[in-house]
T-cell receptor, first 114, second 111 residues
Framework: EADIYQTPRYLVIGTGKKITLECSQT?????MYWYQQDPGMELHLIHY???????EKGDLSSESTVSRIRTEHFPLTLESARPSHTSQYLC?????????????FGPGTRLLVL | DAKTTQPNSMESNEEEPVHLPCNHSTISGTDYIHWYRQLPSQGPEYVIH???SNVNNRMASLAIAEDRKSSTLILHRATLRDAAVYYCILRGLNNDYKLSFGAGTTVTVRA
């Protein structure tokens, strides 16, 4: 059973607000990831981290930012939310180091920006 | 990364086996074949992975062709809870541990 948590699960917010999506894992994994998924569409990697103080942009350009101050915590922030940010955001983690490794996903945060 | 090709959708009856094909004709010798699935309103979950030999676990079996250009995920007895999108993904030496999800196969299970 994977121990990776995301809060909030659902968020409805107005345009221009600053939001932070939380992601935490208790498995001690070095690598963490953020994916974005629109309804019925593919997942796209937007950010990833190899460890503390490491963050990289993913394959899909995103206006969001991330930080990795602690191993277990990988929050995603939108400074000024817009309707175009409406989507599902999925956090994942992996132990790293092997091509056969498994990624564990959180339940996701569904964001609606009005 | 080498690409995979999967059918858009498949239907099955409950308690019958489901065979999900995946073509990966450009696979390299060091690519692992991974399968994930995503149930409605949930994040993806790992199903199984393999390199050359067939693999079995409590969720499914993975049959890999001898030339490794295709593979088949086998759900031995489909249940309603197996209705999901199934993704076939290749992971190689240079992909920085990232997963590249395609459109996957949407599996519908009829009661």
């Amino acid at each position: 059973e994977a121990d990776i948590y995301q809060t909030p699960r659902y968020l409805v917010i107005g345009t221009g607000k600053k939001i932070t999506l939380e992601c935490s894992q208790t498995m001690g994994h070095d690598k963490m990831y953020w994916y974005q998924q629109d309804p019925g569409m593919e997942l796209h990697l937007i950010h990833y981290s190899y460890g503390v103080n490491s963050t990289e942009k993913g394959d899909l350009s995103s206006e969001s930012t991330v930080s990795r101050i602690r191993t277990e915590h990988f929050p995603l922030t939108l400074e000024s939310a817009r309707p175009s940010h409406t989507s599902q955001y999925l956090c994942a983690s992996s132990e790293g180091g092997r091509r056969g490794e498994t990624q564990y996903f959180g339940p996701g945060t569904r964001l609606l920006v009005l | 990364d080498a690409k995979t090709t999967q059918p858009n959708s498949m239907e099955s009856n409950e308690e019958e086996p489901v065979h999900l094909p995946c073509n990966h004709s450009t696979i390299s010798g060091t690519d692992y074949i991974h399968w994930y699935r995503q149930l409605p309103s949930q994040g993806p979950e790992y199903v199984i992975h393999g390199l050359t030999s067939n693999v079995n676990n409590r969720m499914a079996s993975l049959a890999i062709a001898e030339d490794r250009k295709s593979s088949t995920l086998i759900l031995h007895r489909a249940t309603l809870r197996d209705a999901a999108v199934y993704y076939c993904i290749l992971r190689g030496l240079n992909n920085d541990y990232k997963l590249s999800f395609g459109a996957g196969t949407t599996v519908t299970v009829r009661a």
